[in-house]
C-alpha cells in the first residue's frame, strides 16, 4: 500500500483543548483512519513551520484524501503538507526505467 508524510497544522482552538485536556493523539488518529482503511506507522509533534507529522498506508490517494478531508472538516488540524513516499526499490526501478526508455526530452537549458 502507498505511504504518505502528512504535515499539519493544528488550529488555535485545538490547541487549546490540548493544553486543557492533554493527549498524544495517537489512538485518536489512528482509529480515526481505520475506517479510511489506512494504517498509522508514526506520529509526532513538531517545531516550525508544521505542528505535526505523521507517516502512514493507505489503499489510494483518494483513501487518503477523505482521511485529510474529515479531519479539516472537524476543524481539527488545517494547512496540511503531504508527500507520497516512495520505496527505495520502486525508486531504483523508476531510475532503471528512465535509464532505458527512450525519449525526446530535452531541457530548456544545457
Not at 493523539?25 to 513538531?46: I, K, W
Request: charged share 20%; net charge neutral; aromatic share 14%.
Amino acid at each position: 500500500m502507498p505511504h504518505y508524510m502528512v504535515q499539519w497544522r493544528f488550529t488555535p482552538n485545538n490547541f487549546k483543548s490540548l493544553v486543557q485536556n492533554p493527549d498524544s493523539r495517537v489512538d485518536t488518529v489512528r482509529s480515526g483512519m481505520e475506517p479510511f482503511g489506512g494504517t498509522l506507522h508514526h506520529y509526532y509533534f513538531a517545531f516550525g513551520e508544521y505542528d505535526g507529522v505523521l507517516i502512514a498506508e493507505f489503499p489510494d490517494q483518494e483513501s487518503c484524501v477523505a482521511f485529510l478531508s474529515m479531519v479539516a472538516a472537524k476543524g481539527g488540524a488545517t494547512a496540511f503538507r503531504t508527500t507520497p513516499l516512495i520505496e527505495p526499490e520502486e525508486g531504483k526501478r523508476a531510475f532503471e526505467r528512465a535509464g532505458r526508455t527512450s525519449s525526446n526530452y530535452r531541457p530548456a537549458v544545457t
